[in-house]
């Protein structure tokens, strides 16, 4: 650092339009005016204490839970028992779209419930029956289990 005409300078940083000395950090030359494009010596940001931070981060974590549990979907209602003559016409149509073509109808004698077999009767076109176990699954179809082993029985 040597005495210049702006104040202390440094010895090694100058001025490139008119070579005057520049006082260190400075952001232009006094004599000139020419900009000097070095970046400024980094200024740290103050640090929060360690107990805001944690009081920062909670309520962070507080609002994203509550965010979470104010948007869930309420759990969706369980499918109600399906009445006989209603099941009759969803098993022939499922059968029909399954493959079977020759389906003549399906008896079934009890309401379909969740988690619950009932025996229903498939009817062939040609009199034929073979025995259905029907059970309601949780999204409200109807799902059909052949028991072993599955026999058509021929009808009268």
Known sequence: MVEGPGGL???????????????AGASSCRDCGYVFFESPARRSLPRLSPL???????????GVALVVL????????PPGPVPAIAADRRLEAQLRTSGVDDVGGVDCQETIRLRGLTRCELL???GDTQLLLVDLTDDGELDIQQPYPAQRRPGP
């Open 70 to 77: 104010l948007s869930r979907d309420p759990a969706p209602e």
């Open 9 to 23: 300078v440094d010895s090694d940083t100058s001025c490139p339009r008119c070579g005057a000395g520049a006082a």
């Open 124 to 126: 062939y076109d040609d």
């Open 52 to 62: 805001w931070t944690a009081v920062a981060v909670g309520v962070l974590a507080g």
